[in-house]
Every structure is written in structure tokens, then in C-alpha cells.
């Protein structure tokens, strides 16, 4: 895929909600850097690269959560989220605007120690593992929760394209992008 | 279960109890929010999830062992008037109690813990202690929630800690505020720069019923607005510090208008005791700040026999729903305001007044008599 605004590789994926329509932009590392994308300002960052020409694939398609149907506009009207699962499903520009109401974007403060209480779906597994949490839980039989698919996709894109493995990005954005058309109705 | 008049005849032991800096420090409170996995937030919620999470929870809250023989009760059950108590003995939050069908409180015999059902979150945990404590406060709070915990399937990520309905109260989900009367920086017109100072390091500043609310009787309430990336400990830490340097300077700003303003200060205080001791018409905001200088002059020695903790009930019971459970109805705002004046003139009488003229003469009118300083 070519980049937005040059003709390289793109490998930065910032998808938006404006309006009610999702936007789509796709930048190559050093557009990226030069717009900003990897500072995460907030939410309104697409409006930057948005020109109508942009305005590309499901224009009328809006991200909701696939727990309680919550969608993004309303998150951006009332500022709060509808379920727990929410924040799996709002997790693009989450970062940012937690750095703007907290310490820090990373909880260091008490854990449940009882096991039933870890719900791990937010993070992608492997990387649960790979950081020095909490001993995870690994072995406990996860209660039936809604399937998860499309938001751990985009945690880890997300997470993806923060620790600049491209390639893996590339590859699970067009996974979400065969998804979302069934996961959006 | 207790019952909503024994609950409420009992004064709680933060309001007859001192603790650590009680002159300066009111209350200290934490409050932890909680969710559980499987169900919208409660502002999302449709009626009936509400109430299957509070069918499912209230059973297991009133079963703690801290909460046994408490006081439980569904809001449907709940007349305004009750509701509005509550929220003015702050066991509940101003919004909860504008909830209804789908909610709940279960407080503690002691009424040192409350657990709001459906407020924002579908649990609020919340401490409070007497004076400088929010250690305390915390370690009761943070030892129900790790009975809750054991019992019910809590919504926590690793990475975001425990999910709110609001971003702002992610992570720990801890609120820990307390409740000061600076009356002496207010004097001293040193209160806004103080505020300002606060304000900066991140934490909030606000009035007697929480946001939007007006500081009347010089109370103030500071608390902590960060809640993702410091630990609980680390945060209370941090409150108490910045609390000890609002406090000393409450104490030399009361110090100092002692000993270089004693006529301005012993006005004050002699017009405030003989209003509230006399007066047949007295409004909510008028009588907060009447007894909040007539606490500072208990806490200076300038009011013979005046024990703080009857001007914090007297604090509590001028408000509007409390006057209205004393009437056992409704009244008008006129109404109230010539109960609340009945009510403070007669609990008033057993104090000696301020001091500066010959004591022994409580109960007549001697006591308005102007104060000397030659």
C-alpha cells in the first residue's frame, strides 16, 4: 500500500472517526513523523491529512463495541465509555488522551488477587507475557465473553506500529479491513 | 438490616471523633470505583441489566463482614428527603442519589463505609475518617473491595487497571479527598494563591458538595485527579504532604490573626455567636458561615465551653433535608429557614459565648453585649 502523501510504502495506519465516518490514512514512516501521527495528540488527528480526496473505503461506517454496540460518537459526546469492553474497542488514540488526564498511561497500582477477576482480552496475549505484569493467568478458562476478534486486531495493530514492526501491521490491517464490514452492521 | 431513623439518630464516629488535625481537617475520604466484566456501565445500561447486576451484587455487598447488620436499602424505597440526608452526611454522591429504579446504598453500622450501587460505576467503595486519615481510609475501603474482588468477576486490564465508565477515573479508581475549614487563610486573603499552588500539582480544589459547588463556611475539598500510572500509597502520600503545608498555614494565619488582629477577630466571632444564638431567620449559607468562624473560635479558646464536635452536628443539621426529617414533612425555604434558627438557638445555649466580658451569664442578653479590648 502507497503512502497518503508520497509515493513509499505506507506502514502507518491511522484510522479515525469524524462525523460518524470512518476515515482512513495511510503514511509512510517518515510522513508519519513529519505529521506527527506517532506523538498521538488526541482524536482530531486525522482532520490534518483529511483532504475529500481521503475520504476513501466505507464512508458511512461507524466503530462500535462489539459487547454493547456503544459507538464512537458517543463516546466522543458524553466522554465516558459504555461497557468495560469499550476500551478494547476505543483503543486508537486512547494513549494520548490518557496522557492528558493522568500520570502516566500504564496502571502500577493495586491488582485483583483473586484470578476471576482478570480480564487479559484487552491485551494482545503475547505481549501479557512478554511484560513483567502480574503473573497473568494464563491457564484459567476465560468466561464466555462476546469474541473479541476485531478489537485485539486493532490492539495489536496498534501495538504493532508503536513498536514499528510494519510488516505485522500491513498484515492485520488487511484482517481488520475483511472483518469490519461484517462487524460494523 | 438497620433501620433508615437508627442510622440516622446515631451521629457516625467521624462526626463526634477527633482525628489527626481535626481543627483544621474535617473528614478524610477514599473512594474506589469498580465494574464488573459482563455488564454496560450503568449510564449505558438499559433498567433491567441494572437491576439483574444490583439483584446479583446487593446480596453478596450486605454479606461482607464489615457490612453486616448495616444499613441496605433500595433507592425505590427511598423518599427524596432520605435520599438527600444521606447525600448531606456524604454516604452518598449527589448523583447517585438523583438515581432510582436499579440502585442501592448498603452503609455500615458505623457509617465509615458506604458502597453505592449503580452510581457511575457499578460499584463506589467509599471511606471516612475523622481528620487526617486517609491511610485509614484507605485501608478499609481496600479491604472490602479485596472481599468484593473474591466474590464477583471485576472488569481489570493489566495494562489500564480497573475500567470505569469515565477515562478519568481509570487505573487504581481511587478518589481520595478531604475535607479542610480554612477559615484564617480566608480572612487573611491567602486562600487563592494556596488554591492556586494546589491546583497546579494536580490535584483538585472544590466546595462543600463536591464539583460546581460554592465553598460556603470556608470548607473546602481537595482531592486527587490522577488515577492511572501512581500507585494508591504514592498518591495518599502525596495528598497528605500537600495537606500538612494547608494546614500549618491555616495554623500560623489563625496564630497571626490572633495576635495582630484580636478586635477584628473577636468581632467576627462575638457576631457570628449572637446571630446564630438569637436570630429567628437564619439561611443555609448565612449559618455555614456564621458556625464556621464560631468553630474557628472554639479551636482559639475565644468561645467559653464550646465543644467543635456540636458546631459539626449543628453543621449537619442546619441542612435542608435534615431539617425536613427533624419536621417529618416538607417545608418552604422560609420555613426551613426559621427552623434552622430555632435549631441553632437552642443548641447554642449551653455554650458561654465568646469571651471579653464577664462569663457566668449565658442565658440573657448580656452576652451581645459589645467586646472590649482596652
Same mark, same amino acid.
Given at each position: 500500500m502507497k503512502c497518503d502523501v508520497c509515493e513509499n510504502e505506507a506502514t502507518v495506519f491511522l484510522t479515525q472517526i469524524i462525523n460518524g465516518q470512518m476515515t482512513t490514512v495511510n503514511l509512510c514512516e517518515t510522513c508519519s513523523k513529519a505529521k506527527g501521527v506517532? !506523538? !498521538?495528540?488526541?482524536?482530531?488527528?486525522?482532520e490534518a491529512f483529511l483532504?475529500?480526496?481521503?475520504?476513501? !473505503?466505507? %464512508?458511512?461506517m461507524e466503530i462500535a463495541c %462489539?459487547?454493547?454496540?456503544?459507538t464512537a460518537s458517543q463516546l466522543k459526546k458524553i466522554?465516558?465509555?459504555? +461497557? *468495560?469492553e469499550c476500551y478494547a474497542a476505543f483503543r486508537d488514540g486512547l494513549d494520548g488522551l490518557l496522557r492528558n488526564m493522568h500520570k502516566g498511561t500504564r496502571h502500577v497500582g493495586k491488582r485483583p488477587s483473586?484470578?476471576?477477576?482478570?480480564? =487479559?482480552?484487552?491485551?494482545p496475549r503475547q505481549r501479557a507475557s512478554a511484560?513483567? &505484569?502480574? *503473573?497473568? =493467568?494464563? *491457564?484459567v478458562p476465560t *468466561? #464466555?465473553? #462476546? =469474541?473479541?476478534d476485531l478489537a485485539k486486531l486493532r490492539a495489536e495493530l496498534d501495538l504493532a506500529v508503536k513498536e514499528e514492526r510494519y510488516e505485522d501491521a500491513a498484515k492485520l490491517k488487511a484482517e481488520i479491513e475483511n472483518f469490519q464490514p461484517k462487524a460494523s452492521k | 438490616m438497620m433501620r433508615f431513623a437508627t442510622l440516622i439518630k446515631n451521629p457516625a464516629d467521624w462526626m463526634k471523633g477527633a482525628g489527626p488535625h481535626s481543627d483544621v481537617v474535617m473528614t478524610s475520604r477514599v473512594r474506589l470505583a469498580r465494574n464488573l466484566r459482563g455488564y454496560p456501565f450503568p449510564g449505558f445500561s438499559q433498567e433491567r441489566q441494572r437491576i439483574e447486576l444490583l439483584e446479583r451484587a446487593r446480596p453478596v455487598v450486605e454479606e461482607l463482614p464489615e457490612m453486616r447488620d448495616g444499613y441496605s436499602e433500595d433507592y425505590t424505597e427511598l423518599s427524596k428527603i432520605r435520599k438527600q440526608v444521606l447525600v448531606e452526611r456524604h454516604l452518598v454522591s449527589r448523583e447517585h442519589a438523583a438515581r432510582s429504579s436499579g440502585c442501592a446504598v448498603v452503609v455500615d453500622r458505623k457509617q465509615s463505609i458506604s458502597i453505592m450501587i449503580n &452510581? &457511575? %460505576?457499578?460499584f463506589r467503595i467509599q471511606g471516612i475518617r475523622p481528620g487526617l486519615n486517609l491511610t485509614s481510609a484507605f485501608e478499609v475501603v481496600d479491604r472490602v473491595d479485596t472481599e468484593l474482588e473474591g466474590m464477583l468477576p471485576y472488569a481489570f486490564d =493489566?495494562?489500564?487497571?480497573y475500567l470505569t465508565a +469515565? #477515562?478519568?477515573?481509570?487505573?487504581?479508581g481511587m478518589r481520595a479527598s478531604v475535607m479542610l475549614h480554612l477559615p484564617a487563610l480566608v480572612l487573611t486573603e491567602q486562600i487563592n494563591p494556596v488554591i492556586k499552588a494546589i491546583g497546579k500539582i494536580g490535584l483538585a480544589v472544590r466546595g462543600?458538595?463536591? &464539583?460546581?459547588?460554592e465553598a460556603l463556611g470556608n470548607l473546602f475539598q481537595i482531592s486527587n485527579?490522577?488515577?492511572?500510572? !501512581?500507585a494508591e500509597p504514592e498518591i495518599i502520600a502525596q495528598i497528605e504532604k500537600v495537606i500538612e503545608g494547608v494546614v500549618r498555614s491555616e495554623v500560623t494565619a489563625r496564630a497571626k490573626l490572633k495576635e495582630d488582629h484580636q478586635t477584628m477577630l473577636q468581632d467576627q466571632i462575638g457576631r457570628a455567636f449572637a446571630i446564630l444564638r438569637y436570630a429567628h431567620i437564619l439561611t443555609s449559607k448565612e449559618a455555614l458561615n456564621l458556625l464556621s468562624m464560631l468553630r474557628l473560635g472554639a479551636d482559639l479558646d475565644l468561645?467559653? @465551653?464550646? %465543644?467543635?464536635s456540636l458546631i459539626d452536628m449543628l453543621l449537619l443539621e442546619i441542612q435542608p433535608a435534615h431539617l425536613q426529617l427533624n419536621a417529618a414533612r416538607e417545608l418552604s425555604p422560609e420555613e426551613r429557614d426559621s427552623m434552622r434558627a430555632d435549631l441553632t438557638r437552642t443548641r447554642l445555649q449551653s455554650i458561654d459565648g465568646p469571651g471579653s466580658f464577664p462569663t457566668?451569664?449565658? @442565658? @440573657?442578653?448580656?452576652?451581645?453585649s459589645p467586646t472590649h479590648d482596652e
Open positions: 506517532t !506523538e !498521538e495528540t488526541g482524536f482530531g488527528l486525522a483532504s475529500p480526496s481521503h475520504r476513501t !473505503e466505507s %464512508d458511512t %462489539d459487547a454493547c454496540g456503544f466522554g465516558r465509555m459504555g +461497557c *468495560p483473586h484470578l476471576s477477576a482478570v480480564a =487479559p482480552q484487552i491485551l511484560l513483567k &505484569e502480574a *503473573p497473568a =493467568p494464563a *491457564p *468466561p #464466555p465473553v #462476546p =469474541p473479541p | &452510581e &457511575e %460505576d457499578h =493489566p495494562k489500564l487497571g +469515565c #477515562p478519568t477515573n481509570l487505573g487504581t462543600l458538595y463536591g &464539583e460546581g459547588t485527579q490522577h488515577t492511572l500510572g !501512581e468561645v467559653g @465551653n464550646c %465543644d467543635r457566668s451569664q449565658s @442565658n @440573657n442578653g448580656g452576652t451581645t
